[in-house]
């Protein structure tokens, strides 16, 4: 692209009368500078060569009267005639020279305008000229004053004195160029005078002749500013001139008149067009619904059959069927995404999500694809990036998986690096740019302006050697486009490419930390031994931010050399991260050296493994390794290791009880609260989170209870589930509305189905404010700093002077009156449960710290009583997703689903809760297809679940 300059683009810009004004000024002024420049020199060339002439018949004059001092070596006489040049007031100084360069004589001028150039550092003489003293003249020679140096203020010139053909000196002087300054400042005054004249004259003559041509251009253009804005084809230009510009205007009506015809077929066919697309979006939908339901059939089958007694070639020929199937389904899948987007009908969710965890479990859904081609997987979080957002999980993981797919796809070897920072932040919001780098095969430069186009590729020969349907990167640009970003690629042929884009994120209210630092790494120092250099740097920034000075070793020869020299220097390392595969040497061969060498044996060893070598863990840890972590690593999973590696238990137990005790104000609002919630798990953390805030807690399970609470007694605010068996949230609120005691009661919405605009509608229902769920405690403590005061709100009021217990409560609820746990029977009757926060652990470690500062000293029973609470309505949750699958019943799936949801979150199962997302979002969308394999995925999830729950008396760790 060429750039121009400031100059030109304002010229550009400008009016197209004062363009014509503007190049008939430039014009004439240019044609008479040039020839006022020209005669300026010209008349300048020529009274300089008179001043030299002049000068040097003086200097010859003046030699020649000078021989016979010169050859009788008298300087006095000879100075005597050099007086003869104060004739001349230009000339500065004389000097005549003897053949050696010694000073003869000299002469000074007296004038007071030389004397003061003489004192100034203008006049700095050169060299004198030295002659040969055999050196005598040929008859071709040439005895001219010649120039030997000009300045600004002066000149010099030398002239040979002559005698017999020899030369027996020579004469130098210095000359003013005063006379020839005048004329230049004379010269410039003439042409500023000229020019002014002629610019005055051009602007009125440019004046006048640029109405011929700009009138019926600005005339021609009003007329077209008018037509598009009005759309008012029936405008017509009045014709000026029968020149060119005549034609011009007669040919603008013209197109006038047909445009008016052409806008009216164009509407005709406009309509035609989106009826027949409408009709399309639609037909793809239908079909990508009615192919679906047979296809998860058919991968239903082939994975039980799968599982029966098949021979090889069998198992081949089913595992082809189910993959064949697999991919079948995703091509469907990408179909009725597009189809839904270019129909209007896809809709964001505005809910709470945790970017590391999101990054986390996406990277874990590809990470065999990638180990399994021997690629590097890497992801990076700035610092500076908040964790815990707002926004579109499901969509975000779908952009996410659909460009991490193509990385992977289209990588042969080398790595692919997910890198997330921030470019903009305010209060309340936030933009991240991710940038996803690959080195695999590139993409032709003029191929990349349609890379993001709907059905397509580079080529054909992708579409042959890779497959696809050329939807993935259409679909992701407009999911990224819809939530408030942009995406753009760089990429290089045969080097790889960086697909970056950027996504609008709202802050949530409180930020708590990614991951509790409960023990102090700071001053530990590390080795990272790793062939990939992406990997070293991003565990060396990782590790950094905890204090820890890493260093970094790319092979298992530099790593044996940096370890035996620190343990020389007495500066061992605390602790040596290995990656398994490296060349020449790998992870288990470095720790085998490691072990054997007496120096560093004693040296905590780290194994970085990716999920598709296969290794025992246990055995590798028991052997040489304090932990095993699999690649890509977490910072909360790779914490936890060096935390575990580093620090004894004591150390970690002491810097908890610290933490603890530096913790311990926790305001309080004696408050008298109803809880409405259907969820027996959610009832029990609702009212023990309240109660650690001081407020005195009453639980009834659906909308018909908390409406007979309310008419019967006061309360200083209201928790509302929003979807309740018999009466839901939003009716319950317009009845205790409606001339209860409560009528003016705060009432907070509770739901687990964070939207886009809930908090707004909710309002609009009668409500007062939004909390989502799972219970965090930060929110909920940002709710009761907002809605009540820890000073004046009373546990006494009570407008009917009813207790507690006069609250029909179903058997399922709890109130705060309940002075013991519900009857479970053998959960307590031997050892308290502890719960299981490992690396491998599906417990959110956040959700159970915040459990564990609500309980305090019982949490371990609290827990154990939680865990069986919660095994038994996930199971009948569980059971209903089932049964709604089975029946295809999008709306029994929806509301078990979201139970299951809510519950899992407040025990923090994360995994359980995403899953049990994903099938609450195809429900409400009516779309039932590959839910099994969501069930399966949830199924999975479940039972890692149970088995970290306590199974009758206690939790095994």
């Known amino acids: 692209m060429v750039k121009t300059s400031k100059g030109i683009r304002v010229f550009s810009g400008l009016p197209i009368k004062w363009k014509l004004m503007t190049m008939i000024i430039l014009t004439t002024f240019t044609i008479t500078s040039c020839f006022a420049l020209g005669y300026a020199f010209y008349e300048y060339r020529l009274k300089a060569t008179e001043f030299r002439a002049q000068i040097a018949t003086l200097m010859k004059v003046v030699g020649l009267n000078s021989t016979a001092a010169i050859v009788f070596q008298d300087p006095e006489t000879a100075s005597e005639i050099l007086e003869a040049l104060a004739g001349e007031p230009l000339v500065v100084s004389a000097q005549i020279f003897s053949p050696t360069g010694e000073l003869f004589s000299q002469y000074i001028s007296k004038d007071p305008v030389n004397q003061a150039l003489l004192e100034s550092k203008h006049l700095s003489a050169p060299s004198p000229p030295i002659i040969d003293q055999g050196y005598a003249l040929s008859s071709g020679d040439v005895l001219e004053a010649t120039d030997i140096h000009v300045g600004v203020q002066f000149m010099y010139l030398q002239q040979p004195i002559v005698v017999n053909d020899r030369i027996v000196a ?47 251009i ?167 990036v908040p964790i815990h957002l707002v926004g579109d999980a499901i969509r975000l993981r779908q952009v996410l998986l659909n460009l991490l797919g193509n990385a992977i796809k289209f990588t042969a070897m080398g790595e692919v690096m997910l890198s997330i920072s921030p470019i903009f932040e305010s209060d309340n919001k936030i933009k991240l740019q991710f940038a996803l780098r690959d080195t695999g095969i590139g993409i032709e430069k003029e191929k990349l302006n349609r890379i993001f186009d709907a059905f397509s590729q580079a080529d054909l020969s992708t579409t042959r050697r890779f497959g696809g349907t050329g939807l993935g990167l259409s679909i992701s640009a407009q999911l990224v486009e819809m939530m408030g970003g942009e995406i753009s690629v760089k990429s290089q042929l045969g080097k790889g490419s960086t697909f970056t884009f950027t996504i609008e994120f709202g802050k949530q209210r409180a930020q708590p930390v990614a991951f509790s ?148 104000a926790t305001p309080q609002f004696p408050a008298k609260i109803l809880v409405v919630e259907d969820n027996p798990v959610n009832q029990v953390v609702a009212r023990d989170i309240l109660s650690l805030y001081g407020c005195e807690a009453y639980v009834v399970g659906d909308g018909k209870q908390a409406v007979k609470a309310a008419q019967n007694s006061h309360y200083d605010l209201i928790l509302m589930d929003i979807q309740m068996p018999y009466l839901d949230g939003v009716s319950a609120t317009a009845e205790i509305r409606n001339g209860t005691a409560n009528a003016d009661v705060p009432i907070i919405a509770l739901t687990a189905n964070a939207m886009g605009g809930d908090r707004e509608l909710y309002i609009e229902k009668g409500m007062s404010d939004y909390l989502s769920k799972p219970f965090d405690r930060n929110k909920l403590l940002g709710i009761l700093e907002k809605w009540l005061s820890p000073t004046t ?95 295809s019943d999008a709306a029994a799936l929806y509301k078990a689903a979201h139970s299951l949801k809510s519950s899992s979150g407040n025990m923090g199962a994360k995994q359980m809760m995403e899953s049990c997302r994903r099938l609450e979002n195809k429900a409400r969308e009516g779309s039932l297809a590959d839910v099994e394999n969501d069930l399966k995925l949830l199924e999975t999830h479940y039972s890692q679940v149970l088995n970290a729950l306590p199974t009758d008396t206690s939790i095994v760790t």
Request: proline letters at 3%; hydrophobic letters at 40%; charged letters at 25%.
């Open 170 to 216: 020579t004469i130098m002087a210095q000359v003013s160029k005063r006379s020839l300054r005048a004329l230049v400042k004379r010269q410039i005054s003439t042409f500023i005078a000229i020019a002014t004249i002629a610019l005055i004259l051009s602007f009125i003559l440019a004046s006048r002749f640029q109405r011929m041509i700009s009138t019926p």
């Open 218 to 384: 600005i005339s021609l253009a009003n007329a077209i500013r008018s037509v598009s804005k009005d759309q008012d084809y029936s405008l017509r230009v009045e014709e000026h001139n029968s020149d060119e510009l005549g034609e011009l205007i007669d040919g603008f009506n013209d197109m006038l008149s047909q445009i008016d015809n052409r806008d009216k077929a164009l509407e005709i066919a406009k309509d035609e067009a989106e009826a027949a697309n409408s009709m399309k979006s639609q037909f793809l939908a239908n079909m990508s619904h009615e192919i679906r339901t047979p296809m998860n059939g058919v991968l239903g089958m082939t994975d039980l059959l799968s599982g029966t007694r098949l021979d090889e070639k069998q198992h081949h020929y089913v595992h082809t069927i189910h993959e064949s199937g697999k991919a079948l389904l995703g091509v469907i899948n990408d179909i009725l995404d597009f189809s839904k987007i270019e129909a209007g009908e896809l809709k964001l969710e505005a809910t709470d999500l945790n970017l590391q965890e999101l990054v986390t479990q996406t990277f874990e859904l590809i990470a065999d694809q990638a180990f399994n081609k021997g690629l590097e997987l890497i992801w990076h979080i700035d610092d500076d």
């Open 517 to 664: 630092h409960d023990v102090d790494l700071s001053g530990k120092k590390i080795l990272i031994v790793d062939d990939n250099a992406s990997n070293r740097e991003i565990l060396c920034q990782q590790t950094s931010t905890w204090g820890i000075d890493a260093e970094q070793a790319k092979d298992a020869a530099e790593a044996l050399k940096k370890l035996k020299i620190a343990a020389q220097r007495s500066e061992s390392y605390s602790l040596a991260i290995l990656d398994l595969i490296m060349p020449v040497t790998d992870g288990m061969e470095l720790a085998e050296c490691v072990r054997t060498d007496p120096q560093i044996k004693a040296t905590p060893l780290v194994l970085l493994t990716s999920g598709s070598q296969d290794i025992d863990v246990e055995n590798a840890e028991a052997q040489w390794f304090s932990c095993v972590l699999r690649k890509p690593v977490s910072p909360s999973d790779l914490y936890a290791c060096l935390k575990r590696a580093l620090v004894s238990s004591d150390e970690i137990n002491t810097s908890s009880q610290h933490k603890s005790s530096r913790n311990t």
């Open 793 to 887: 709100k009373s546990l006494d009021v009570d407008t009917k002077k009813t207790s507690a217990d006069d609250i029909h409560r179903p058997d399922n609820s709890i109130d705060a009156h309940d002075t013991a746990l519900p009857h479970i029977p053998n959960a307590m009757d031997k050892t308290p449960a502890q719960v299981d926060i490992s690396l491998d652990s599906p417990f959110d470690h956040e959700t159970i710290e915040m459990l564990k500062n609500a309980y305090g000293d019982n949490f371990d029973n609290k827990w154990a009583v939680l865990g069986q609470m919660y095994m038994e309505s996930a199971s009948k949750d569980l059971e209903k997703i089932r049964n709604a699958i089975e029946g």
